[in-house]
């Protein structure tokens, strides 16, 4: 082959090479599985594959970043394709792990909304049957507020799980348990304070 023909030659792969294109189709794809996690709420409900694909989005950008910095005859989408398809794939698990785990969260609060409840009625027995008499009003009147945070706790808490955020409906459920079991600790304790006397 003479200079002239590698010449021509090198001239027509730099020609091929500087028509590459980013690969649309695949940028879209990815795009689209993120959106629809981002939409599944996979910040909230699957943390760790969110993680994980805004990860594989990020390093799609660099990479699509990287080709645009190049000579437009040296630049090539190859890594910037894999990227997209890996960021299509974990996008995906990322929205479908959000969907199971806010299904699962929803559960959760579920079963700890009931005991919630059950809780806060054992509290309000426990108040109707707490000592009176001397030096317990105080003390009475104090738990009996308590009672009346946790009821307009429990609204709240049913609230949040009517909004579909199902963490927070968990989380106000426990406040409220453990708050009702104070109460009741309380009293019990008051109880066996006034039989010892």
């Known amino acids: 082959m003479n200079r002239t023909s590698i010449f021509g030659a090198v001239a027509l792969s730099l020609a091929v090479a500087g028509c590459a294109h980013p690969p649309a ?3 879209d794809a990815a795009n689209h599985a993120l959106d ?4 599944a709420e996979a910040a909230e409900y699957a943390p760790e594959s969110w993680t994980a694909a805004q990860d594989a989005g990020s390093k799609l950008q660099i990479e699509l970043d990287a080709q645009e910095q190049r000579w437009s005859a040296t630049r090539s989408y190859t890594t910037a394709q894999r990227l997209a398809q890996d960021a299509k794939v974990a996008g995906e698990r990322s929205r ?5 785990g806010k299904d699962k969260a929803k559960t959760d609060a579920t079963t700890m ?3 919630a409840r059950e809780e806060v009625g054992r509290a309000h027995v426990a108040l109707a049957t707490a000592p009176r008499g001397k030096g317990t009003e105080a003390d009475l009147a104090s ?4 009672a009346v945070g946790i009821d307009e706790s429990l609204v709240a808490m049913q609230q949040a799980f009517d909004g579909g955020n199902y963490n ?3 989380s106000k459920a ?3 348990t453990d708050a009702a079991k104070k109460i009741q600790s309380e009293i019990e304790r008051a109880k066996n304070a006034r039989r010892s006397a």
Do not use: F, G, H, P
Not at 36 to 39: H, I, K, L, M, S
Not at 96 to 100: E, G, H, R, S, T
Not at 143 to 146: A, E, Q, V
């Open 113 to 115: 909304m009931a005991q």
């Open 143 to 146: 738990l009996r507020s308590d």
């Open 174 to 176: 426990q406040a409220v």
């Open 36 to 39: 629809e996690a981002r939409q």
């Open 168 to 170: 927070d409906a968990k």
């Open 25 to 27: 189709a695949d940028i």
């Open 96 to 100: 479908d792990d959000a969907i199971a």
